[in-house]
């Protein structure tokens, strides 16, 4: 079942521009717009928890006084997370922030759900 993204907005009391923001980002995968609604976009479950996830770290960080989002947080919670099912320009950026970490010496471990790097 997919959720339009006003319903899914009010329901989570986020703003749609938020939504769509983190769409940009990569962080919510491949959004698809319903043509039945008016091209609203919709999401699916798995999206939904990516969101939750998402807005919950972003309050944690505003709980403990950090204004602007720390991106990084979020995407290491996302990957974390979700792992291989993240958009693929997350996952390079992660292996790529440390200029020690290169591609090739990197794997991912589906049974622990992390990546391994050896320099």
Do not use: H
């Not at 959720?3 to 919510?28: D, H, T, V």
């Not at 008016?38 to 919950?56: C, G, K, P, S």
């Not at 720390?70 to 919670?77: L, Y």
Request: proline share 3%.
């Amino acid at each position: 079942m997919r959720i339009p993204i006003s319903r899914l907005a009010k329901e989570l009391n986020l703003e749609a521009y938020q939504l769509r923001e983190w769409e940009k980002r990569g962080w919510l995968g491949e959004v698809v717009k319903d043509p039945r609604q008016n091209q609203q976009r919709v999401y699916t479950e798995e999206q939904v928890e990516r969101i939750q996830l998402i807005a919950e770290t972003i309050q944690a960080q505003r709980a403990i006084g950090i204004k602007r989002t720390d991106f990084e947080e979020v995407e290491a919670r996302l990957l974390e997370q979700f792992g291989e099912k993240l958009n693929g320009s997350i996952l390079i950026w992660w292996l790529l922030r440390s200029p020690s970490t290169r591609l090739s010496n990197c794997s991912w471990d589906k049974t622990r759900k992390s990546t391994t790097c050896s320099s």
